[in-house]
C-alpha cells in the first residue's frame, strides 16, 4: 500500500513537471517569434552610426546619407546574426528570468506566494545579464557592418567594405582579435542589458497592473500595447549611455589607430572630447522606434498567449508579475 502511495506521488510529480515543461516550452516558442518581429522591425542602423561616427549629426541626415550612398540595403546591413541567434537569446532571457522568479518565490517559503516588485526587477535584470553569452558575438558583427559606410555599389576608384559579409566579419574578427575579440564591449553590454531588462519586466508588469486593476482573466489590448511601448521607452532610456560606450568599444580600431585603453578610459575620454549629452545621443531614436515596436511585440506576444493557452485559466504571461 505504501508503494504503491510512493508511486501515485512520483507519478503526479512527473505529469507537473511534464506540464510545466510544456507550459516553459509555449511560452519559450512566443518569445522567439515576438523577439523576431522585433529585430524585423526596428534595425538600429541609424542608432549605431550616430553613436560612433561624428559625420552622422542626425537621424534625417544619417537616413538620407545611407540611402543616397548604400540603398536600401543599407538599412538593414548587419541583421543576420541578431536574427540567426534570437531564439536562443530570447529562449536565454526567458528561462533565466522565469526560474529566477520561481526561486524567489519558494525562497520565501510556506508555498511560495506571489512575486513581489523586486522579484521582478531582480529577475529582470538576472535575464539581461544572461543573455550576453550568446548575444555579443552576433552584436559586435551587427555593429562593425553597420559601420561600414563604404558601398558594394561603388566604382573600383572607390574603396571597398573591409568585411564583406557577416560570416567573413565574424571569422576576421576570430583571425585579427582572437575568439575574446567576439566579447569586445561586453562589460558595458551586461550594464546596459541588466539594468534595461529589469526596468522593462518591472515597468511593463506595473503598468498593466495599473490600467487593468490586477485583473489577468482577459487582455485588455489597449493597456497591454500601452504598457508595451513604455515600457521599451523606459529601458532604452535606462540602457543608451552604456549602448554608446559598448558601441565605442566594439568600434575601437577596427577602422583606425585604437583610441580607448579600456572601459572606464572609454567613458572618461567621451565625456571630456564631447560632454555629458553624447551618451544620450541616441536617446530619441532609440525611444521613437522602442514605443511602437514594444506596442506590437507585447500585442502579439498576447494574441499567441491566447492560441496557445492550454485551460480556461490560461498560462501566466512572463514578463509580468505573479
Known amino acids: 500500500m505504501s508503494c504503491n502511495g510512493n508511486r501515485i506521488k512520483v507519478t503526479d510529480l512527473h505529469l507537473r513537471l511534464d506540464a510545466e515543461w510544456t507550459v516553459d516550452r509555449k511560452q519559450a516558442d512566443r518569445l522567439r517569434v515576438t523577439g523576431c518581429i522585433s529585430r524585423i522591425l526596428c534595425p538600429d542602423h541609424s542608432q549605431v552610426r550616430i553613436q560612433t561616427q561624428k559625420q552622422f549629426t542626425g537621424v534625417y541626415q544619417c537616413v538620407v546619407a545611407t540611402f543616397s550612398n548604400e540603398g536600401v540595403h543599407g538599412f538593414f546591413k548587419g541583421m543576420f546574426l541578431p536574427l540567426a541567434t534570437v531564439s536562443m537569446t530570447s529562449s536565454v532571457v526567458f528561462g533565466t528570468y522565469r526560474n529566477c522568479l520561481q526561486c524567489l518565490s519558494q525562497a520565501r517559503g510556506a508555498g511560495g506566494g506571489s512575486n513581489t516588485k523586486l522579484d521582478v526587477f531582480l ?75 529589469a526596468t522593462y519586466f518591472l515597468t511593463y508588469a506595473t503598468i498593466c497592473e495599473w490600467l487593468t486593476g490586477g485583473s489577468r482573466k482577459a487582455s485588455d489590448w489597449s493597456a497591454v500595447m500601452l504598457a508595451g511601448g513604455i515600457a521599451g521607452m523606459a529601458g532604452w532610456t535606462i540602457g543608451t549611455p552604456m549602448d554608446v560606450i559598448k558601441a565605442r568599444l566594439q568600434m575601437d580600431g577596427a577602422r583606425e589607430k585604437k583610441r580607448y585603453k579600456g572601459f572606464l578610459h572609454c567613458v572618461t575620454e567621451t565625456a571630456r572630447v564631447e560632454g555629458a549629452g553624447v551618451f544620450f545621443r541616441s536617446l530619441g531614436i532609440n525611444c521613437l522606434r522602442a514605443f511602437p515596436v514594444n506596442m506590437v511585440v507585447f500585442f502579439t506576444y498576447e494574441v499567441l498567449t491566447g492560441f496557445l493557452r492550454a485551460g480556461p485559466e490560461g498560462v501566466d504571461p512572463p514578463l509580468g508579475m505573479e
Open 123 to 197: 529577475s529582470g535584470l538576472a535575464g539581461g545579464v544572461a543573455q550576453i553569452s550568446v548575444m555579443a558575438p552576433g552584436d559586435i558583427v551587427k555593429v562593425r557592418l553597420q559601420c561600414q559606410t563604404e558601398s558594394k555599389r561603388g566604382g573600383s576608384s572607390l574603396p571597398k567594405p573591409k568585411y564583406r559579409g557577416p560570416v567573413h566579419c565574424l571569422l576576421s574578427i576570430v583571425r585579427e582579435e582572437g575568439f575574446l575579440g567576439l566579447y569586445r564591449g561586453a562589460l558595458p553590454l551586461m550594464l546596459r542589458d541588466g539594468p534595461s531588462f
